[in-house]
Structure formats: structure tokens, C-alpha cells
């Protein structure tokens, strides 16, 4: 059964502090994504990955940046949150670049 | 811009009755239309999708239709269930600048029994 596991469900912070979210997928996958859900906004992309090492801006990609060091595991990091970053983070890995993604469960930030 | 639009953000239905989902894109690069299915505190699950070369495709009480002309699709579900509740998100990828999954805003469909 395939899977992507994030590292924290719940988390919350102060504004100004860092958080580093990990996300792990087991399904061999080249390409993997964050993004960010908010109410009526729907999802959108932060930041994506085709390959080892290498990283793309997303729609969003402000105020974030991403490691990709192993094929299985993408971070999100936030250097210094805002409040405007409280938000539902999804991680997902995909097989085709614009295939179906297998999504996390998602972590929820709050910044206060 | 949205370049995919779910305009309705909610929708009550009775159970066995038809659910229908809407979604209207602007982009005409978009090719390849997926719809994902959101409990809450769980990450979004693959349900249906369709090719451009397709004006239908089902699977099981899913069926996803494609207006090309339109540019709009909608997602049929009979007979509808009280598991069916959930967000559910229109997504769209092309080519070229378009080939990042897009996802619509969202419609929460609520069953009831």
C-alpha cells in the first residue's frame, strides 16, 4: 500500500520561529510537492521537486524554502513564521509529473 | 487569477439521489482532469480523472463528464451515500506553463440520510 508520511500533524509557533516539516514517501517516486490548503482558496502549490537536489517554485513559493536531498524525503522549511502562514500542509508524490498524487495527511501549522 | 473555478462551495444532497460537482477552467492548455475526494484531517484521495480525448469516463457511482467547449466538467455520483460526504477538488494539468496540477477552490458535499 503506498504511502507518504508526514512528520507532524499538529504544531504550534510563535511568530519569528522556524519550522521544519519532513514528509517521506515509500513508493520510489521521482517527483514530489507541498501544498498549502486554506478555506476557499483551495490547494496551491509552494514548491516541487522532479529529482534529487533539485527544486522548483510553485505558485506560493514566498517565505518558504525546501530540501530534497533523498528521493524519498522532501522538507519544507519556514525560516521565520508569520500568522500568515497558519495553514493545512500537504506533502504528495507522484509517479508522472502531472499524474495522480498520493497525498500525506497533512500537517497543521498554527503561527501566533 | 483562478484558472480553475468550483463555484459552488457547498451542496446538500439526500441519500440515493444524484450528487452533481461542477468545476470551469480557463486555461486552454489543460488537458487532463482529475477529481480528489478530501475527509477532514486527511490528505485529498485520487478518484476520478479524464483525458481530453474523452468526453466521459466512469467508474462505478462516479462519472466524470468533459465539455471541451464549455471548458467545464462536472462529477456525477449515483446513487449518492452518507460516506460520500467529504470536500471534493477539481484539478487540471496541460502542457508547457500549464502542467502543475491546478486544483479548484472546492466543494464541500454534505449526504444526508
Known amino acids: 500500500d503506498v504511502k507518504v508520511t508526514q512528520s507532524s500533524r499538529y504544531l504550534v509557533k510563535r511568530t519569528g520561529e522556524k519550522v521544519f516539516l519532513e514528509c517521506v514517501q515509500d513508493?520510489?517516486?521521482?517527483?514530489m510537492f507541498w501544498y498549502r490548503q486554506d478555506p476557499g482558496l483551495g490547494l496551491r502549490l509552494i514548491y516541487f521537486?522532479?529529482?534529487?537536489?533539485?527544486?522548483e517554485k510553485g505558485d506560493i513559493p514566498e517565505g518558504y524554502s525546501v530540501s530534497r536531498e533523498k528521493k524519498e524525503r522532501f522538507s519544507l522549511i519556514l525560516e521565520s513564521t508569520s500568522t500568515n502562514q497558519t495553514s493545512m500542509y500537504l506533502c504528495?508524490?507522484?509517479?508522472?509529473?502531472?499524474?495522480?498524487?498520493?497525498f500525506g495527511e497533512g500537517s497543521r501549522l498554527t503561527v501566533l | 487569477d483562478q484558472q480553475v473555478k468550483q463555484n459552488s462551495p457547498s451542496l446538500s444532497v439526500q441519500e440515493g439521489r444524484i450528487s452533481i460537482l461542477n468545476c470551469d477552467y480557463t486555461?486552454?492548455?489543460?488537458?487532463?482532469f482529475l477529481w480528489y475526494k478530501k475527509y477532514p484531517a486527511e490528505g485529498p484521495t485520487f478518484l476520478i480523472s479524464?483525458?481530453?480525448?474523452?468526453d466521459k469516463n466512469e467508474d462505478g457511482r462516479f462519472t466524470v463528464f468533459l465539455n471541451k467547449s464549455a471548458k467545464h466538467l462536472s462529477l456525477h455520483i449515483v446513487p449518492s451515500q452518507p460516506g460520500d460526504s467529504a470536500v471534493y477538488f477539481c484539478?487540471?494539468?496541460?502542457?508547457?506553463?500549464?502542467?502543475?496540477?491546478?486544483f479548484g477552490s472546492g466543494t464541500q458535499l454534505t449526504v444526508l440520510p
Open positions: 484539478a487540471a494539468s496541460g502542457s508547457g506553463s500549464a502542467r502543475q496540477l491546478t
Open positions: 486555461n486552454s492548455m489543460f488537458d487532463y
Open positions: 521537486s522532479y529529482d534529487v537536489k533539485m527544486k
Open positions: 504528495a508524490s507522484s509517479l508522472m509529473r502531472a499524474g495522480e498524487l498520493f
Open positions: 513508493m520510489d517516486h521521482e517527483n
Open positions: 479524464i483525458s481530453s480525448i474523452k
